[in-house]
Nanobody, 124 residues
Framework: QVQLVESGGGLVQAGGSLRLSCAAS????????MGWFRQAPGKEREFVAG????????YYVDSVKGRFTISRDNAKNTVYLQMNSLKPEDTAVYYC?????????????????WGQGTQVTVSS
């Protein structure tokens, strides 16, 4: 089982940038696709971005396209989420997860081994 630890969250002004990291333990990390989700207060957790094990394909929710970039370094067992042009509506706890099952990329039940989350707060 892969274990995940997120880091890099914080408080930033609107228009600023943050880079989140998700460090994985386990020798099979490079075999799996990965995803980032977020959950804002009072809302359901939603898909943000996904990346195949080979990093040759990435997927994004429409609201972050052109602003966020997901990437991975399999040698370092780490997946990243570069977030630029941040908006107050990006405020949420951000989670990374392993994609164990196929499907749309957007559904939580395709994922497991969730990290504990990292808080991102964007002030206006």
């Amino acid at each position: 089982q892969v274990q995940l630890v997120e880091s890099g969250g914080g408080l930033v002004q609107a228009g600023g940038s943050l880079r989140l990291s998700c460090a994985a333990s386990g020798r099979t990390f490079s075999s799996y696709a990965m995803g980032w989700f977020r959950q804002a207060p009072g809302k359901e957790r939603e898909f943000v971005a996904g990346i195949r094990w080979s990093a040759d394909s990435t997927y994004y929710v429409d609201s972050v396209k052109g602003r966020f970039t997901i990437s991975r370094d399999n040698a370092k067992n780490t997946v990243y989420l570069q977030m630029n042009s941040l908006k107050p509506e990006d405020t949420a706890v951000y989670y990374c997860a392993v994609r164990y099952y196929g499907g749309t990329w957007y559904r939580e039940n395709e994922y497991g081994s969730w990290g504990q989350g990292t808080q991102v707060t964007v002030s206006s």
